[in-house]
């Protein structure tokens, strides 16, 4: 039945999912979620439920971690992820929203049932447990901490704005005070879990000295660093530079370099939102260019390549193959004036068989070269 209803609803996506071997939990758990996606449309009045869906989500993706348990990560699907990016990031740009949008996500985080249950296993644990059970709901938490880092980044600088702190502050504190507060007494005879306690209450931001955690890197007249390091005090996991050259990069991190999802923004107004790989744009992704155009698809390396839709500010478009930056392979390329050229296409020009349709409904079909025609096979009017 669920299956079935995501084919009705969002047949592209279907498709996609349809190539993955999913068992009937799987489609059970991405009806969920896409369900508290509103099944991934946002109306004017939904801003709560959008939000609360998204939360939910990381939620339920919490006590899977905190059950040992598997489930499908539903927002790690490409056009899900860009969703709840794009869905955060235009109701925080709503200046008249954005208090209330923070106001609602800090109360559903600190009502989650991740840090109650936490908190009970930890409650019920006795002398001899407290260690292991303990050290395991801070390894859940960590992985939950992740995905709520990395699903909300979009939330992170307007809850700075709201709470003088960021939203891994935020989620500390409540990881402080809804669970571990409820043994801190005996948590603080052992040396184990006495360090849990002196990272999380009150201060998520620690030297680099300790193996992991977040770190500020402020140096005048070098970039700026805030997010988590790793052991060898690299940058990894969730993190936010400002460079020294005005541009600002927030989301995922690996070895000192972005990787994974992420949000760059550019001095020029130019924004890339999508996966980055080794410090490069590369995966799928959204890219807004300073003059206004718009490109939506595969990147490699920094560059368009694989295949991908591009709307330039004069309304022309073109939905194709990429390779390095060019329009290259077979694509269809739309004029603002009507006119539509489908077929080959090489460094940006037409090149291969192809058909040009003018807006008059003439037709020419022939061997491109260069961007005009070498040969002729019919001319039709339509």
Not at 109 to 135: C, H, P
Not at 196 to 224: A, M, P
Not at 265 to 286: T, V
Request: net charge negative; charged share 30%.
């Amino acid at each position: 039945m669920e299956e079935q209803q995501i084919q009705e609803k969002l047949p592209v996506l279907y498709e996609f999912l349809s190539a993955k071997t999913l068992n009937v939990q799987s489609w059970q758990e991405i009806h969920q979620d896409l369900s508290d996606l509103q099944w991934l449309g946002v109306q004017n009045g939904d801003e709560d439920k959008i939000i609360a869906g998204i939360l939910s989500i990381c939620d339920r993706l919490g006590l899977g971690f905190l059950n040992k348990m598997t489930r499908f990560q539903t927002h790690e699907i490409n056009s899900v992820k860009l969703f709840i990016h794009d869905a955060i990031y235009n109701l925080v740009s709503n200046k008249d929203k954005v208090k209330e949008i923070c106001s609602t996500s800090k109360k559903i985080v600190g009502d989650m049932e991740f840090f109650k249950l936490a908190g009970q296993r930890l409650e019920k644990a006795d002398s001899n447990s407290l260690v292991e059970v303990a050290l395991e709901i801070e390894v859940a938490y960590k992985e939950f901490k992740k995905v709520m880092s990395d699903v909300t980044m979009q939330l992170d600088k307007s809850i700075q704005s709201e709470y003088d702190k960021s939203f891994g502050e935020l989620l500390d504190e409540i990881f402080y005070s809804e669970t571990l507060s409820q043994k801190k007494s005996e948590m603080k005879e052992k040396p184990e879990t006495e360090r849990i306690l002196q990272v999380y209450k009150g201060k998520s931001y620690y030297s680099s000295k300790h193996s992991g955690g977040y770190y500020n890197f402020y140096q005048k007249g070098e970039n700026i660093y805030i997010g988590e390091v790793n052991f060898l005090s690299k940058k990894e996991g969730y993190g936010k530079m400002y460079y020294v050259n005005k541009d600002v990069y927030e989301g995922m991190w690996k070895n000192d370099k972005p990787e994974g999802n992420g949000l760059y923004l550019w001095k020029d107004g130019g924004k890339y939102l999508g996966e980055f790989r080794q410090g490069q744009m590369h995966g799928y992704g959204k890219r807004l260019y300073s003059s206004g155009s718009y490109y939506e698809g595969e990147f490699s390396n920094g560059k368009r390549s694989g295949k991908g839709k591009i709307v330039f500010k004069n309304g022309d478009e073109y939905d194709g193959e990429w390779n390095d930056e060019d329009m290259q392979g077979w694509g269809m390329y739309k004029w603002a004036s009507g006119d539509t050229y489908i077929g080959g296409f090489k460094r940006d020009k037409r090149d291969g068989k192809g058909t040009l349709t003018l807006s008059t409904g003439e037709t020419y079909v022939g061997v491109w070269e260069g961007g005009s025609m070498k040969k002729e096979e019919k001319e039709a009017p339509i």
